[in-house]
């Protein structure tokens, strides 16, 4: 089989992570301290994939060539095309019809995480060399996703977010396909939302009597476009971590798999694992508990927090309630005012959320 080649999709608007995604693209927020994005080059790197392009969007594509930049510290060669509109997962494959050529791919939404990577994937495409490989895991949401009808093991039907699902088979973000699929996308209509879509382009594949191979995933997957997702994945990947204690401890205890980032400082701290405290935080006089992921430089002090992601430069000083299942954005600040008049006072950016005792 011709050398694989690599896309990953990292354009789109990220309307459902607002307001973190107003100011930075979906796929940079974080996961155990890690943008999304880079599982899946990694994942693809691991898979022996080397040459791959990222679809950007014109609003956040600087921003997510400045993070991954030319791939050399996953191993790879990262080239960026720029997709003008999201016009949907199978405008975003004829965008990089140029890239790709007459070579297979695979395909990688950027806001995906797939336990496992996708190594056994690439072989089983190699070797049984169907047309197109699609991904499919039972959920318990399936009017989010993409949905497909299997009949004796064979695809037979698939629908992009069907109001009554026929099956509970979702469709997960990491497909593999041969140049087929670029007359596919051509000869589908933009759905109801307006976008080409991916799947009727691989129904299109199925109609035409094309071999379409059906894969079950085995391990978990996570689309993590909305935040209990996010706190979902993050909670996943936090289990994975192996104890590394680099930072400064001082008076402080540590339980469980824990990792502390060159340059972070904790004062009589208590942190339970498994959790992260990236890179230059300050933590005074605080609890971090399980499934937490601190950001770099963030400061948290007389508080508690758990099973939350706090994004760079953020602080939470002198709560009086554990602060747990949140998200909070770049430079956050969350404190107690003790001047009077005693009051909440707020600067919240739009579509924010705030839960308050
Ligand atoms: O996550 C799996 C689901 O992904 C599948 O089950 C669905 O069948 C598939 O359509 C897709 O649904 P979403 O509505 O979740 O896709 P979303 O708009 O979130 O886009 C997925 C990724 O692709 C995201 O990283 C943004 C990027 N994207 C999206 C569009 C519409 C692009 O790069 N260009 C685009 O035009």
């Known amino acids: 089989m011709d050398r694989l080649k690599g896309l990953i999709l990292s354009g789109g608007r990220g309307t459902r992570l607002r307001p973190i995604t107003h100011t ?52 790879v060669r990262l080239t960026y095309i720029t997709q003008d509109q999201p016009a949907g997962l199978a405008h975003a494959v004829l965008t990089a019809e140029p890239f790709l050529g007459a070579d297979p ?9 797939l336990q496992g990577g996708i190594t056994d994937l690439v072989a089983a495409f190699a070797a049984n060399r169907p047309d197109a490989l699609i991904l499919l895991t039972p959920v318990s949401d399936p009017q989010h996703y993409g949905v497909a009808e299997l009949r004796d ?28 699929i670029h007359d596919a996308a051509r000869a589908i209509a933009p759905s109801a939302r307006g976008e080409l879509e991916i799947t009727d382009a691989i129904q299109h594949l199925v109609d035409r009597g094309l071999r379409v191979e ?40 540590v339980h469980g798999r824990v990792v502390i980032e060159p340059g972070a400082r904790l004062e009589r701290c208590t942190v339970r694992g498994p959790a992260i405290i990236g890179a230059g935080a300050r933590l005074t006089d605080c609890y971090v508990g399980p499934y937490t992921a601190v950001g770099e430089r963030c400061t948290i002090e007389r508080a508690e927090v758990e099973h939350s992601i706090l994004l760079a430069d953020s602080s939470v000083v002198g709560l009086e309630g554990r602060m747990e299942s949140s998200l909070l954005g770049r430079n956050v600040r969350i404190g107690r005012t003790d001047h009077q008049p005693r009051a909440y006072r707020f600067m919240v950016g739009d579509n924010s959320e705030i839960g308050i005792l």
């Open 24 to 75: 930075s693209a979906k796929q940079l927020v974080p996961v155990a301290n890690r943008p999304v994005l880079f599982y899946g080059i990694q994942a693809m790197a691991e898979a022996g994939i080397d040459e791959i392009a990222i679809i950007i969007a014109p609003e956040t594509g600087a921003e997510i060539r400045a993070a991954a930049g030319d791939g050399s510290r996953f191993g």
């Open 105 to 113: 791919f695979v395909m990688y939404l950027g806001d995906n995480l």
């Open 153 to 180: 093991g064979s695809v037979v039907a698939l629908a992009e977010k069907p109001p009554q699902p026929a099956t509970d088979l979702a469709l997960v973000g990491v497909y593999m396909f041969t140049p087929v």
């Open 214 to 253: 059906p894969h079950i995933v085995q391990g978990w997957w996570k689309d993590t476009g909305r935040l209990d997702d996010m706190l979902e994945a993050n909670r996943l990947i936090l289990d994975t971590i192996a104890t590394k204690l680099d930072g400064e401890l001082v008076g402080s205890d």
